[in-house]
């Protein structure tokens, strides 16, 4: 029904105005399509709340992107103007935002927020009202199990598959050098518990043994018994699905209890640019997943790096290159369509353009089959002399990877 109702508030805007037009007190305004009026990108992101260190990177990449399009003309000939919410890392005030940038601000268009938590909720409302709805940080199993038609992730791979490279590496090692156990804490999170047990069931099949699986509430701060009990398994390698400051704590306590994995390997954090000091800086050989490096050779990601750095000043991380990556994606499809509206057949058109193209972008080209999940690979980080660095896949490395891993 909301849609519905949206389309006749529309309807009857637009009879106003063609009486306004007809009895000359128009103004010479023009229409709502002119080249003059700014296309506005409705967008809900957590800037405070559990997810808000990652949820503000996601922002800087948005306001990244515009001021590019802008400073080069816009689209369409438009300029770009977002409209961010802060839904405060909450799935309930995610909804209503989403509801008030659609239905009653009447936006444009939309970009998605940070979280599977937050992208399945709003993907909803975006999905109801036949929104085109492309996102940055929605890659676990049930966002793409949901359904929906309109929606599309902007990073490489889907969260299960994030540790790909790094499962074959350790199952190709032989066998007096590949771990024997692993010890699992995850966030209970849909992402965090993806990326984690996607590892974990590649690794099972290869006969490598789980000796501590642990889920744990997004709000958890103490991780003394957890980590005691990793600790105390003695397990090879230690996998962290996790997110951003739940991964510090995890591994502050494991550091002070001095346990000594062979290998250690935590989504998100480890690519945070506030990870190492948050640590006491003893990150040797801990490994994380990511789907962006500010060094890859695509034609876009030069010009983004250099004025991301110029506009922030510093250098952008993954949470801000997949926001950027949002944008490029939206930005093609309305390029391809020529249009930019809430009207339902322009939608279509964005959406149906995205499903059977592909995107140049920032973390690489991209196309999605018919759920939204995107067919390529994320790259395996690893902290090497100070520095985070790609050690696999092989093709795009800057260093080998360091096994077993230092004492931190």
């Known amino acids: ?156 791979a889907v969260a299960n598959d994030h540790y790909n490279h790094l499962a074959d590496y350790i199952l190709a090692l032989p066998a007096g050098e590949r771990p024997k156990s692993v010890a699992y804490a995850a966030m209970d999170d849909p992402f965090a518990q993806g990326t984690a047990y996607g590892l974990k069931e590649k690794l099972e099949k290869g006969g490598i043994k789980t000796v501590v699986d642990e889920v744990y509430p997004p709000n958890t701060t103490d991780f003394g018994s957890i980590a005691a009990k990793i600790a105390d398994s003695k397990a090879d390698m230690v996998v962290g699905g996790s997110q951003y400051q739940d991964g510090v704590n995890l591994i502050v306590a494991l550091q002070q209890l001095n346990y000594q994995p062979k290998m250690a390997a935590f989504s998100t954090a480890p690519t945070e640019p506030e990870f190492a000091k948050a640590i006491g800086n003893k990150t040797e050989g801990i490994l994380a997943p990511t789907g962006y490096t500010q060094k890859a050779d695509y034609p876009s990601n030069k010009e983004f790096v250099e004025k991301y750095t110029k506009q922030f000043g510093k250098a952008p991380e993954e949470d801000e290159a997949n926001a950027y990556t949002t944008g490029q994606v939206v930005a093609a499809a309305v390029e391809a369509a020529d249009c930019a509206s809430q009207d339902p057949e322009c939608q279509s058109k964005l959406v149906d353009w995205l499903r059977g193209n592909e995107v140049e972008t920032v973390v690489g080209p991209l196309k999605w089959d018919d759920k939204g999940r995107p067919q390529s690979a994320h790259m395996i980080q690893q902290w090497i002399d100070g520095e985070i660095q790609i050690v696999l896949p092989e093709a795009q490395k800057e260093a080998d990877l360091v096994h077993p891993k230092p004492a931190w």
């Open 1 to 156: 029904m909301r849609p519905t109702r949206r389309l006749q508030g529309r309807i009857a805007a637009g009879t106003l105005t063609l009486a306004l037009a007809a009895s000359g007190c128009a103004g010479g305004s023009g229409s709502e399509d002119s080249s003059d009026d700014s296309i506005v990108i409705g967008v809900s992101l957590p800037l405070t709340g559990d997810f808000s260190e990652p949820g503000k990177g996601v922002e800087r990449g948005y306001k990244a992107w515009a001021k590019i399009v802008n400073d080069k003309g816009g689209l369409l000939g438009r300029k770009v103007e977002l409209k961010i919410l802060d839904d405060q890392s909450n799935a309930d005030r995610v909804v209503s935002d989403y509801e008030q940038l659609i239905g009653r601000d009447e936006v444009d268009l939309v970009f998605g927020p940070f979280s599977t938590r937050l992208v399945v909720p709003s993907a909803r409302v975006a999905e109801e009202y036949g929104m085109l709805f492309v996102e940055p940080a929605g890659a676990a199993p049930e966002v793409f199990d949901q359904g929906f038609k309109n929606l599309f992730y902007a990073a490489p």
